[in-house]
């Protein structure tokens, strides 16, 4: 047993010696190493021909060491604990492996039993293609209107008998637009597709016939066969059953139902999970392709989560932070032009303009609407129509015709609402950060995120390779 163990260490070292060679790492991140293949593999990816920023794998680095200091800042987080995020990685990781467990050999179990059942349900007496000419009856016909329907389907039959063409007369007169539009012409079907009054009379027709008017419970029908056949051969449909089976989702049928057996083989040791998991590390180890796709869904997901909560949806909330950062960088905001702040309204009476104005006059811009609301639309009428925010020329062309002297700018009326109006006031200039809340959330993320990142290089080490950087890309 100990020379067997000491066989087993002695071989699981020149693996490890022969796999570093193959493969050599290229950065340690906070104490994770990092192979060759795998940095080749986002570079690879994040750099390919309908790149526009391309980088060169020296300024790549950079990109590529802030992406793992993040994920590690996620795992130290123990964001990869959280039930949310394992269920969605979980899912990704699924659709991934669930496929792997059909084969070819499957799908065309699947496509043979599907047509041997649509044998079975054809029957013996086949397909038929048939048409027909409808006069309908109506449900709770009278007995004129019954008498009616029967003299017009026995005039029509009157008129194919003396030879007038089946096709044309039933575009004229058959009260059924579908096949009416196609010269009556219904389309291959089989028994227990029709109802029983039609179908009998139709397999009774041999190619060429015509039938003597039928009634079912839709009226009255002249029905004409033209083609009679069984199901062709299983090779013939082949193609289009598998076509039809991968739009309805078999794959996904196939696979729940061999997890279903692989939890019963088990006696319920394992679960769909435990056999998904198994999968998709079998998957991995086979192909580094796969491992570093999955991975990169899972640390993607982590990074998204680390960095909203860090950056992103906390600078999009903190009002006063955004506040401090626009008066800090407020020269950097400007506009080549003006812009009207106030609104575009349309009211029902003349006496609501000088209303509105007066409503708004002594608020915070960002409270506009709701008064509004409660002043004029607080009950089942609506007084007015409102348009508000920050507008450029070109924006809104009742302000561009009222504000910026736009004269021929071609206002739309209003239906209900007749007259038109504007209130604010021009600024030549962003007032508050409420103005440009968009380019300051965006600075102020950007700002955060470098701090973040500097931060991150101070708390975890790392070291680049530079030697097996310059074969990325390079070696056989």
């Not at 048939?130 to 009856?137: E, K, M, N, Y």
């Not at 009774?204 to 066969?225: C, D, N, R, T, Y």
């Not at 007749?418 to 508050?432: H, N, S, V």
Request: charge should be neutral; charged fraction near 30%.
């Amino acid at each position: 047993m100990i020379k067997f163990l000491f066989t087993a260490l002695l071989l699981t070292a020149t693996i490890g010696v022969q796999g570093q060679k193959s493969d050599p790492i290229v950065m340690t991140v906070a104490g994770v190493d990092v192979p060759r293949s795998e940095f080749e593999y986002s570079y690879n990816k994040n750099n390919t021909d309908g790149v526009i920023d391309k980088k060169t794998v020296e300024e790549y680095v950079e990109l590529f060491v802030n992406y793992k200091l993040k994920v590690q800042a996620a795992l130290d987080a123990r964001l990869d604990t959280t039930k949310a995020f394992q269920a969605e990685f979980a899912q990704y990781r699924d659709q991934q492996v669930r496929p792997t467990f059909v084969t070819d050999a499957d799908m065309l179990a699947e496509a043979k039993q599907t047509y041997d059942e649509t044998v079975k349900n054809i029957g013996p007496d086949g397909l038929v293609m048939a048409g027909h000419i409808l006069i309908l009856t109506p449900q709770k016909a009278s007995d004129a209107q019954l008498q009616e329907a029967k003299r017009r389907i026995d005039s029509v039959y009157n008129a194919l008998l003396a030879g007038a063409d089946f096709e044309e007369l039933a575009r004229r007169v058959s009260q059924d637009p579908g096949s009416a539009a196609r010269g009556g012409m219904l389309g291959w079907f089989s028994r227990n597709q029709m109802v029983k009054e039609f179908e009998d009379a139709a397999f009774a027709l041999q190619p060429g016939e015509m039938s003597k008017p039928v009634l079912s419970p839709f009226g009255w029908h002249i029905i004409k066969m033209k083609e009679r056949k069984q199901l062709e051969p299983f090779e013939f449909h082949k193609d289009n059953i598998l076509r039809f089976l991968e739009q309805r989702g078999i794959r996904n049928v196939i696979s729940e139902r061999k997890l279903e057996a692989g939890v019963k083989a088990s006696a319920g040791a394992v679960t769909k999970e435990q056999l998904l998991e198994q999968r998709a590390d079998s998957m991995a180890a086979a192909d580094p392709e796969m491992r570093y796709l999955i991975k990169e869904y899972h640390d993607g997901l982590l990074l998204y989560e680390i960095s909203n909560r860090t950056i992103w949806d906390k600078a999009a909330k903190d009002e006063a932070a955004l506040e401090r950062y626009f008066k800090k960088h407020k020269k950097q905001y400007r506009w080549d032009e003006p812009r009207f702040k106030g609104m575009a309204y349309h009211v029902k009476e003349q006496a609501d303009v000088k209303a509105v104005a007066k409503c708004v006059k002594k608020l915070k811009f960002e409270d506009w609407n709701e008064a509004l609301r409660k002043a004029f639309n607080n009950d089942s009428i609506i007084r007015i129509r409102v348009e508000k925010g920050l507008f450029k020329k070109g924006d809104n062309a009742l302000i561009d015709r009222e504000e910026f002297d736009v004269r021929d700018a071609k206002v739309d009326s209003v239906k209900g609402y007749p007259i038109d109006a504007t209130y604010g006031k021009m600024i030549k200039k962003p007032q508050d950060y409420t103005d440009v809340r968009g380019l300051v959330i965006a600075d102020l993320q950007n700002e955060m995120e470098q701090r973040w990142v500097a931060d991150l290089r101070r708390r975890y080490a790392v070291t680049v390779n530079e030697e097996v950087l310059k074969t990325v890309n390079k070696h056989e």
